[in-house]
């Protein structure tokens, strides 16, 4: 973060934060885009900003302010698309796909109260964007023509994942689930690995004339990128479907907590800082209510999970 003397043009706006598809043809800032994709998962490409740069304009609650809606929206999409139904057949069971699981950004995610810091005169607040809001700064004015610029986002309005997916089983009633994923960003960044586990068992197996299916689940995931970034988040719930043709319908309650940790050295030049950011995501709990169509050993399936954080999840896949 600068402060600028007199009325020039913010400084961290001037290098390249006008627009997206600026960054991306900007040679120098080869940092910034794999970030977004790996939170994105669907668009890794390569050249653009720094996180480090990104983030680094701000420190303590202020950073934090910026960051917290995306671990709001991350949590909160690593603990979607977990299932697709609550039957769990008797006998061997493989079920192989991909999930797509999507947050939407309200409008009260893309700005927070944002303070200024160090020797701005008078000290400040303002409405400033989120790393969801505007690509374009807020601006606040000091004493003696002085200026401090607040950095601008990634403008966005959803935040989609996507993911392997196995489920297998069953021992007893009860199914094991796995996600993972692993990509090399380059060295500027390092490598993105998820890796996610889950158990779930049947209790309408106990009853012989249940009409729904019932089981109850744990998970839990865990997300890192090189040594700057890690998030972790579990889910405990219950889930219900039933099957009436060839569409199962299915919904859920569950109890969720996700955390997203940011550390890493800040070099500008001048001096090194650290800098870190440890927040938990807002959802704690969740209703899913959702849809699987099955076509032979084909599953379409899509859902909507209600929370503080709203997301939507589809997934594509193969059952045997």
């Known amino acids: 973060m600068k402060i600028l003397i007199g009325s020039g043009i913010p400084g961290f706006l ?23 994709a790996a939170l994105l998962m669907a668009t890794i490409t390569a050249g653009a900003q720094d996180l480090e740069d990104f983030v680094g304009s701000y420190t303590g609650e202020n950073g934090k302010g910026f960051m917290q809606p995306l671990a709001d929206a991350f949590g909160a999409n690593m603990n979607s698309g977990l299932y697709h139904s609550a039957k ?31 020797l701005f005169d008078p000290e400040t607040t303002a409405d400033a964007p989120t790393i969801f809001g505007a690509v374009e700064g807020t601006t606040v004015e000091g004493v003696a023509g002085t200026t401090y610029n607040f950095p601008g986002g990634f403008d966005l309005n959803i935040l989609p994942l996507a993911i392997p997916q196995l489920h297998i089983g069953n021992l007893f009633g009860t199914e094991a689930t796995f996600r993972y994923i692993a990509v090399d960003l380059g060295d500027n960044f390092g490598k993105l690995n998820v890796f996610g586990w889950g158990v779930r068992h049947s209790i309408s197996q106990y009853f012989n004339r249940a009409s729904v299916d019932i089981a109850v689940g744990y998970f839990q995931e865990t997300f890192d990128v090189g040594d700057i970034v890690e998030a972790k988040s579990s889910l405990i719930g219950i889930q219900a479907s039933k099957d009436v043709g060839v569409v199962t319908f299915f919904g859920g309650l569950g109890f969720e907590d996700a955390s997203l940790d940011i550390s890493y050295e800040y070099d500008d030049g001048e001096t090194v800082e650290t800098i870190a950011f440890d927040l938990e995501g807002s959802n704690s709990v969740r209703f899913t209510a959702g849809l699987t169509l099955r076509l032979g050993v084909i599953r379409i399936n899509t859902n909507i999970n209600l929370a503080d954080q709203t997301v939507f999840a589809a997934g594509l896949g193969f059952q045997f």
């Open 14 to 36: 001037d290098r390249g934060m006008a627009s997206l598809s600026q960054l991306m043809n900007t040679k120098n800032h080869v940092r910034h885009i794999p970030m977004v």
């Open 88 to 118: 769990i057949d008797s006998g061997f069971q493989l079920y192989i796909g991909v999930v797509t699981t999507t947050a939407l950004i309200a409008d009260n995610q893309k700005t927070f109260t944002a303070t200024t810091e160090g």
